[in-house]
T-cell receptor, first 117, second 111 residues
Framework: NAGVTQTPKFRILKIGQSMTLQCTQD?????MYWYRQDPGMGLKLIYY???????DKGEVPNGYNVSRSTTEDFPLRLELAAPSQTSVYFC????????????????FGPGTRLTVL | DQQVKQNSPSLSVQEGRISILNCDYT??????FLWYKKYPAEGPTFLIS?????DKNEDGRFTVFLNKSAKHLSLHIVPSQPGDSAVYFC??????????FGAGTRLTVKP
């Protein structure tokens, strides 16, 4: 059971480039999330998905896109990278998102450190 | 708009003593609160949670207290161990998928 895996671990992009951050979970969780963490700040929700084919915006969605074609995968797409997108990106999953309750505990991946120069 | 605040960026305690990490929130719609622990180069891991219908939840050495009238919660670790050294995030949700995190407190437990 690998849990939540993210690739790549590190990436440097030039301004205007695009890339996709990969996230996969093997826990058969319905809910998946993308967060970003800026230095000295808490995690902020970018997008989330309640199941295959369903996605919704979080607190800071601008500049990002997501898709959820399978239960396992939830890639995050950056179009036209900007220095403001320099951050550490965490993917997470949970059994349900109904909250509150222990079944809604989110399991996080190890993160992707992205630098945009 | 920082709805969840952890005003102490760092805390240092001696092994065996109590660690108290504090968290304040502003949104009265939050009804479920969580603490996550994060080691360097890893993702956060769930530690303990509390529903707004309770004022205390205990799990081994970890206890979370909730004071709804003050919009304040705290995490107590007793006794503290060097392996507890990590960044601790407080998080809150109004019961949907909108989870708000504090900026974290770095705990250092000295042997």
């Amino acid at each position: 059971n690998a849990g939540v895996t993210q690739t790549p671990k590190f990436r440097i992009l030039k301004i205007g480039q695009s890339m996709t951050l990969q996230c996969t979970q093997d826990m058969n969780h319905n809910y998946m999330y993308w967060y970003r963490q800026d230095p000295g700040m808490g995690l902020k929700l970018i997008y989330y998905s309640v199941g295959a084919g369903i996605t919704d915006k979080g607190e800071v969605p601008n500049g990002y896109n997501v898709s959820r074609s399978t239960t396992e995968d939830f890639p995050l797409r950056l179009e036209l990278a900007a220095p403001s997108q320099t951050s550490v990106y965490f993917c997470a999953s949970s059994y349900s998102g109904r909250g509150p309750g222990p079944r809604d505990e989110q399991f996080f991946g190890p993160g992707t450190r992205l630098t945009v120069l | 708009d920082q709805q969840v605040k952890q005003n102490s960026p760092s805390l240092s305690v001696q092994e065996g003593r109590i660690s108290i990490l504090n968290c304040d929130y502003t949104n009265s719609m939050f009804d479920y609160f969580l603490w996550y622990k994060k080691y360097p180069a890893e993702g956060p891991t769930f530690l303990i949670s509390i529903s707004s219908i309770k004022d205390k939840n205990e799990d081994g050495r970890f206890t979370v207290f909730l004071n709804k009238s003050a919009k304040h919660l705290s995490l107590h670790i007793v006794p503290s161990q060097p392996g507890d050294s990590a960044v601790y995030f407080c998080a809150a949700t109004p019961g949907n998928n909108d989870m708000r995190f504090g900026a974290g407190t770095r705990l250092t437990v000295k042997p």
